[in-house]
Nanobody, 121 residues
């Protein structure tokens, strides 16, 4: 499966941004799709994931209550809706696919190119 993340950009703190992950190739609905991010000088961290059936999980307090991960199997897309953004959310965001019917934080089998999100203070 091929993945393409888009929607990144520059936003002020407190603002919102919606990322999109478009998938092509194998049957999209059989994959769990996850979002990860990597800030400069830091390790990549898990943000959120959603299974084919719509079960979701989030990485931690740093995103809970602010991010959601809607999925549209008919359109082969998974989004990451980010609200109340903070400067510490600045990172390159990646979407990835795991061949799993259950939501998982990893490992992931396919990765797309990242999209940069910059949150200014």
């Amino acid at each position: 499966v091929q993945l393409q993340a888009s929607g990144g950009g520059l936003v002020q703190a407190g603002g919102s941004l919606r990322l999109s992950c478009a998938a092509s190739g194998r049957t999209f609905s059989t994959y769990t799709i996850g979002w990860f991010r990597q800030a400069p000088g830091k390790e990549r961290e898990f943000v959120a994931a959603i299974s084919w059936s719509g079960s979701g999980t989030y990485g931690g307090d740093y995103v809970k209550g602010r991010f959601t991960i809607p999925r549209d199997n008919a359109k082969n897309t998974v989004s990451l809706q980010m609200n109340s953004l903070k400067p510490e959310d600045t990172a390159v965001y990646y979407c990835a696919a795991a061949y799993s019917q259950r939501v998982t934080t990893g490992p992931y089998d396919y990765w797309g190119r990242g999209t940069l999100v910059t949150v200014s203070s």
